[in-house]
């Protein structure tokens, strides 16, 4: 595993797709700990909660993400975009983590399909638990950042 990840920003999840399929074409290496299988699986999974819903958290953790998403969310969300950086070390809910033992291909064509959807998708997004409330725009930037961000992990062979 190497530590030199990619500089990635993409304009649309279409773009992020391709750079998906790109890495199955030619392979890739790891400078994370997750596999395409994986990366492509949690995006899936997090474009899908923004028009399905989030899942249900444990009392402790829906509070903490109140008060978050009360004190620094919208903030937060306004510098994400602003930067195209989400941060190195941001956690995740660990069950949108597809296991380790997911096919690559079958996690790009997972998210391949959910772009599609979510192309389509004319309705106001979920609330984020974290960030609060977006408008569309908003929700296929920050969907566009988060998809740099986990990508720029796997380099192209």
Not at 28 to 47: E, F
Not at 87 to 110: C, F, K, L, W
Request: hydrophobic share 40%; glycine share 8%.
């Amino acid at each position: 595993m190497s530590s030199a990840r990619r500089t990635l920003k993409f304009a649309t999840l279409d773009e992020a797709v391709k750079d998906a399929e790109n890495l199955i074409a030619k392979g890739y290496d790891k400078t994370g700990q997750w596999n395409l299988g994986q990366v492509s699986g949690h995006l899936a999974n997090w474009l899908g909660y923004g028009m399905d819903g989030f899942p249900r958290m444990p009392a402790a953790i829906r509070l903490m993400l109140w008060v978050a998403r009360q004190m620094i969310g919208p903030r937060q969300l306004r510098k994400t975009l602003a930067t195209g950086d989400l941060g190195r070390n941001s956690p995740t809910i660990p069950a949108s983590v597809p296991p380790a033992d997911t096919a690559d291909a079958d996690g790009v064509e997972r998210f391949k399909a959910m772009v599609e959807r979510a192309n389509r998708f004319a309705d106001e997004p979920r609330p984020s638990p974290f960030f609060g409330p977006m408008d569309r725009d908003e929700w296929v930037k920050l969907n566009c950042v988060h998809a740099a961000h986990h990508l720029s992990f796997l380099v192209p062979k």
